[in-house]
């Protein structure tokens, strides 16, 4: 038993409740700095239980209520490698948003600080813990904060509306995941994910299994932001101050990816022919992916583009891990770092136009961001690093997860991924090229004016030049995405820490007998092949090339111009035109996409 | 009457799904959530239910006595409290909505889309 694990949880929870308690005694000065010491504590903490458990898991029992006789009576938090990762990512964004909030945002009292730090607690109780139902509770306290945060400025419209949608879709997926709990434990009596494996184990899908398998799976895509649940992301990442986006943008929906990775490997990889949930893991992964990537193609709304390609690399991930492979499993990991790094990095960007610019729409900031250099030089790397150019980590996962489905006979996904990374990554540097470069010229008639009209400057004060402490943490995120790619042997590292994640007999005889881990021995190094090198320089001249083609589109000839609107613009607009903003509408379409998850699972496992 | 529990909670879920779907009223909107989590509460101490089983309480009761699962009941009411939770902030946005434009209708919060 390790004191260690708790303490991530517990020091942003007793400091947000201190901050609360002290209220408006506390300057903004003492509060900005509290607040970022302890997301700082709280990464370094994280980071030293990554390198801890790379030995074996990190087991920790609430109360010194260890398993009896191999059967856990009290609670536990179980750290590997990758559920450590995903705190250090959200510790480090936080500690990235919340230095760009010193200087950027203006806020009365302690409460935007205490939501962000107790968004930052949830985020890491839900990484670290070992119990189904601790999953859900810190899954709805991540929630909660985050309808807050996303409502915060609540005098205007849009985060009224995003807030809502986020919290009505947000809500009706934890009850799914609720309700796939309790039919669990009315199967096997247990919340501990380990025991819930072994009690599952050889059994067959029978109706109550893919039942509650169903409604977990549903509960967590909605996080994930899947195709069809994914509408309120667009809303929610849309309207809330900056410094929440970064956080957002970075990490939060792959919360749910990692809920749904513990859950299905943890807790139902050992039902009878469990692995046949992955073609309808990959159906979901591609439809995501492909809505995701046409709908950032189409907005000029600078953050509601970044949303949409948040959409779109939720697909690649649940791709990644819906191939259920190992080193598909830790590609996607590595993916999810460097893609969360980089999405980070264009939100604080476009965080640094609105501060000095005063708007986020493409159009209207049309060569008037040649004024910022250094943000633009960030702006186009990052979206070069969406891309998926080598050095960058989200070349190395994207490479990783490229291999493992080929060498699983679904080597089509390849132009899924290459698609996705060249369509999202070309409308990123398209709205770079139009406002950094000044390419282009204006489009008429497309600026959606509601969305525009409603973002309000979120910062007072003299705006003619940028503070460091906004570029910073851009600089400082988009430097952590590029070294991911160059860290030595870590490709090998994350193949151990994945064939761990995925070894489940060897989970539930650490978690309940206290049985070391037998530590699978590295694979082979990891050497780039000239073609997967090839495949991400190709990748990033392909964005470029899409965003200068759709730039000056107009110098094609007539037929082809005519050509591409007759063929794309009818399904582009009818996939825009079903975003329509309205919760009932979403909630149907949730309705929808967990009957037809159920009826798809139903078919595959039985 | 042993599946009357779970057919109360399959219907209070769909129909408060229903609601959220085609409501025309923030307020009513936030209830129809509160319907479809009270399934979960109903779903939870049904699963934990025992025929004649005695309150989880295990003070002066013979070992071995039946009562109902404690675990459910202890989950019910967390679920209580992030349904409270939730349901106040919602209900917060509702009234700020009322306050600064004047409706309560879904259908006029067109702010986003597309």
């Not at chain 1, 607040?35 to 990554?50: D, E, F, N, P």
């Not at chain 1, 938090?77 to 964004?93: E, I, K, S, T």
């Not at chain 1, 046949?276 to 953050?303: D, E, N, P």
């Not at chain 1, 501060?355 to 070069?384: C, I, N």
Request: some cysteine; aromatic content about 8%; proline content about 5%.
């Amino acid at each position: 038993v390790s004191p260690l694990p708790p303490l991530p949880v517990a020091i942003p929870l007793v400091v947000a409740a201190l901050l609360t308690a002290a209220g408006p005694l506390v300057r903004r000065r003492l509060l900005d700095a509290v607040s970022t010491a302890t997301a700082v504590a709280v990464a370094v903490l994280c980071g030293i239980l990554l390198a801890r458990s790379a030995g074996g898991l990190v087991l920790h029992w609430f109360g010194g209520w260890t398993p009896r006789r191999g059967l856990a009576v009290g609670i536990d938090l179980a750290v590997d490698p990758f559920g450590a990762g995903m705190a250090l990512l959200a510790a480090a964004l936080s500690a990235g948003a919340l230095v760009f909030a010193w200087r950027y945002f203006e806020t009365t009292g302690p409460l935007f600080h205490v939501l962000m730090l107790v968004l930052l607690a949830a985020m890491a109780g839900f990484s670290l813990t070992g119990d189904l139902f601790n999953m859900f509770v810190f899954f709805e306290l991540m929630g909660v904060a985050a309808y807050a945060l996303t409502g915060y400025r609540i005098e205007a419209r849009g985060p009224l509306q995003g807030s809502l949608n986020f919290a009505v879709t947000n809500s009706l997926g934890g009850f799914l995941v609720l309700i796939g709990i309790a039919l669990v434990y009315g199967r096997t009596g247990a919340l501990n994910l380990a025991q819930i494996g072994e009690a599952l184990a050889g059994e067959p899908a029978d109706g109550l299994v893919v039942a509650s398998l169903t409604l977990l799976v549903a509960g967590f895509l909605v996080k994930a932001a899947a195709v069809p649940f994914h509408f309120w992301l667009a809303d929610a990442y849309t309207v809330p101050p900056t410094p929440v986006g970064v956080i957002f943008a970075g990490a939060l929906s792959e919360f749910g990816l990692l809920g749904l990775a513990r859950v299905y490997w943890t807790a139902f990889s050992g039902v009878e022919g469990a692995e046949a949930i992955r073609s309808v893991l990959l159906a979901f992964g591609v439809a995501t992916a492909v809505v995701g990537s046409v709908m950032a193609f189409a907005q000029f709304h600078l953050k509601r583009m970044l949303a949409f390609v948040t959409v779109a690399h939720s697909g690649l991930l649940l791709i990644g891990l819906g191939l259920l492979e190992t080193g598909a499993l830790a590609g996607a990991a590595i993916y999810l770092a460097a893609d969360g790094a980089v999405k980070a990095t264009l939100f604080i960007c476009v965080g640094i136009l609105l501060h000095r610019l005063r708007s986020v729409d493409e159009d209207e900031l049309l060569g008037r961001g040649r004024r910022l250099p250094y943000t633009g030089a960030v702006f186009l790397l990052a979206g070069l690093g969406l891309a998926g150019l080598p050095p960058f980590g989200t070349a190395l996962g994207k490479t990783l997860m490229e291999h493992e489905a080929a060498a699983a006979g679904v080597g089509w996904l390849t132009v899924v991924f290459v698609g996705t990374a060249v369509v999202t990554a070309g409308a990123v540097l398209r709205a770079g090229a139009r406002i950094f470069l000044g390419l282009g010229h204006e489009e008429p008639g497309e600026t959606p004016a509601e969305v525009a009209a409603d973002e309000e400057p979120e910062t007072r004060g003299p705006r003619n030049r940028t503070p460091p402490v906004l570029l910073v943490p851009a600089i400082a995120l988009l430097a952590g995405g590029l070294s991911l790619g160059l860290v030595p042997r870590l490709a090998e590292r994350a193949e151990v820490a994945a064939a761990r994640f995925r070894d489940r007999p060897a989970y539930a005889g650490a978690v309940l007998e206290g049985v070391p881990e037998p530590l699978p021995a590295e694979a082979e190094p990891f050497r780039w092949d000239p073609g997967a090198l090839a495949l991400g320089v190709g990748g990033a001249a392909g964005a470029a090339l899409l965003a200068l083609g759709s730039l000056y589109r107009d110098r094609a000839p007539r037929g082809i111009r005519r050509a591409t609107t007759a063929t794309l613009g009818a399904g582009v607009r009818a996939v825009k035109r079903v975003h329509s903003g309205h919760v009932g509408d979403y909630t149907a379409w949730l309705t929808l996409g967990t009957a037809a998850l159920g009826g798809a699972l139903a078919l595959v496992l039985r | 009457m042993r599946y009357l529990p779970y057919a109360v909670a399959g219907w209070l879920f769909l129909v408060g799904l229903y609601g959220i779907v085609t409501s025309r009223n923030l307020i009513h909107l936030v209830v129809c959530l509160s319907v479809v989590q009270s399934s979960t509460y109903v779903l939870l101490l049904a699963i934990g239910y025992l025929e004649g089983g005695s309150a989880p309480v295990f003070a002066d009761v013979p070992v071995g006595t039946p009562a109902v699962d404690p675990v459910v009941q202890a989950l019910t009411l967390t679920d209580v409290v992030v349904g409270v939770t939730v349901s106040a902030l919602l209900l917060a946005l509702a009234v700020q909505e009322h306050k600064r434009f004047g409706t309560l209708d879904p259908d006029r919060l067109r702010a986003l889309r597309e």
